[in-house]
């Protein structure tokens, strides 16, 4: 069955430093969606890609999917306080069945 | 609006025990799922929902049941409880037409001794 894998599992960055998650799918995706999850929180969600190639900027925050439509990654310059939790892909091969990455949990040191 | 509602948000239960989680959405959305998620781990689906009448498993549908009959609600059923099910519950919609956003309940923690 599809699978989708996320690294690194943990990142702790001192503020005002980059940081990037990369997600990766056993199979070719329809559409990749990203969700940030505050500690004790629920997912919400943030962006969503749907082409090959596609790059799109939230602010400080740059989402990336690749050509072949099995990647994606998320990268966030400069960060905040703010930008902590954990930031997790959820791909779809077109069935409305989303499978989510394992996460990546963001700690920012002040 | 109150989005995606779960009840409730704490349970504990004992081994074979039977409960139902309710979700309910008022946006009339679609796409409803149910997910776990387990300490330090990913969302994993259980089940989702493309309209009423019409269900499907996910990743991880043994142990659970699900109905939707109706566009609202979407109950997720523990047939008999086992410690392995210990873990948070979230319940999601989304507009079923192109590829949405999920909206997010605020999830049931239950605890099964």
């Known amino acids: 069955g599809q699978q989708v894998m996320q690294i690194p599992q943990y990142q702790h960055v001192q503020e005002g430093e980059d940081f990037t998650t990369y997600c990766n799918s056993s199979t070719t995706l329809s559409n990749i969606q990203w969700y940030k999850q505050r500690p004790g929180g629920h997912p919400v969600f943030l962006i969503q890609?749907?082409?090959?190639?596609e790059v799109k900027k939230q602010k400080r925050l740059t989402f990336q999917f690749g050509e072949a439509k099995k990647n994606s990654s998320l990268h966030i310059t400069a960060t905040q306080t703010t930008d902590v939790g954990t930031y997790f892909c959820a791909g779809s091969s077109g069935t409305y069945k989303y499978i989510f990455g394992t996460g990546t949990r963001l700690k920012v040191l002040a | 609006n109150a989005g995606v509602t779960q009840t409730p948000k704490f349970q504990v239960l004992k081994t074979g025990q039977s409960m139902t989680l309710q979700c309910a959405q008022d946006?009339?959305?679609?796409?409803m799922s149910w997910y776990r998620q387990d300490p330090g781990m990913g969302l994993r689906l259980i089940h989702y929902s493309v309209g009423a009448g019409i269900t499907d498993q996910g990743e991880v549908p043994n142990g659970y049941n699900v109905s939707r009959s109706t566009t609202e609600d979407f109950p997720l059923r523990l047939l008999s409880a086992a410690p392995s099910q210990t873990s948070v519950y979230f319940c999601a919609s989304g507009q079923r037409q192109g590829y949405q956003p999920q909206h997010f309940g605020d999830g049931t923690r239950l605890s099964i001794l």
């Open positions: 890609l749907v082409k090959s190639g």
């Open positions: 946006m009339n959305h679609e796409y």
